[in-house]
């Protein structure tokens, strides 16, 4: 059954690093999407992205972050500058029809 | 805005008993809603969704959620649990009228449910 993946799954960074998280969604999917998860609370969206743009991105999601899909099959999210309160699991998910997110296992990014 | 409550943060339950972990939704139409479980060290999996059709809808592991337009509620059930349900449920909601390309998930705190032998 095809799936999200997600590399790496634990990513160990210093404060003021750049980070790339990666993401290769299902492969006939067209929306994709960036969520968070700071630890002990709720499931956040970050951001979505369709026909190559953001369509819509949270509060959360400001001049640090930045999405892309640079080869057809790979969705990265980029934090330019990791604060400690990045520290987070994030999640990538995809969707071939709207109403259906499949979500890949996340990266536990640590940021000291 | 949307949002979703579920009442609960943690719900303890005998193996072999009924399971009912609570969510409300606030949406000003009727939007799609879905429980998602969450097992340790894990991703995020789908359980069941309601996109409109029939308001009892049947997910995976022989759980079940019932759509109350009138009560705002989308409550998940299984009959008996397993030890294998112990794990983390989240309810959440999107706007089926965004329209355009974006179905962004808004999610409840999520429910941690235990299940004693």
């Known amino acids: 059954e095809p799936e999200v993946t997600q590399t790496p799954s634990h990513q160990v960074t210093q404060m003021g690093q750049e980070v790339i998280l990666r993401c290769v969604p299902i492969?006939?999917?067209?929306?994709f999407y960036w969520y968070r998860q700071i630890l002990g609370q709720k499931v956040e969206f970050l951001v979505s992205?369709?026909?190559?743009?953001?369509?819509?991105k949270s509060e959360i999601f400001d001049d640090q972050f930045s999405v892309e899909r640079p080869d057809g099959s790979n969705f990265t999210l980029k934090i330019r500058s990791t604060k400690l309160e990045d520290s987070a699991m994030y999640f990538c998910?995809?969707?071939?029809?709207?109403?259906?997110?499949?979500f890949g296992p996340g990266t536990r990014l640590t940021v000291t | 805005a949307q949002s979703v409550t579920q009442l609960g943060s943690h719900v303890s339950v005998s193996e072999g008993a009924l399971v009912l972990l609570r969510c409300n939704y606030s949406?000003?139409?009727?939007?799609?809603l879905f429980w998602y479980v969450q097992y340790p060290n894990q991703g995020l999996q789908l359980l069941l969704k309601?996109?409109?059709?029939?308001?009892l809808v049947k997910g995976i592991n022989g759980f079940e959620a019932e759509f109350k337009k009138s009560e705002t509620s989308f409550h998940l059930t299984k009959p008996s649990a397993h030890m294998s349900d112990a794990a983390e449920y989240f309810c959440a909601v999107s706007d089926r009228w965004s329209g355009g390309s974006n179905y962004k998930l808004t999610f409840g705190k999520g429910t941690l449910l235990t299940v004693n032998p």
């Open positions: 309601y996109t409109s059709a029939a308001t």
């Open positions: 992205f369709y026909n190559n743009e953001i369509s819509e």
């Open positions: 998910a995809s969707s071939e029809f709207v109403e259906e997110q499949y």
């Open positions: 949406s000003s139409v009727p939007p799609y």
């Open positions: 492969s006939n999917h067209l929306y």
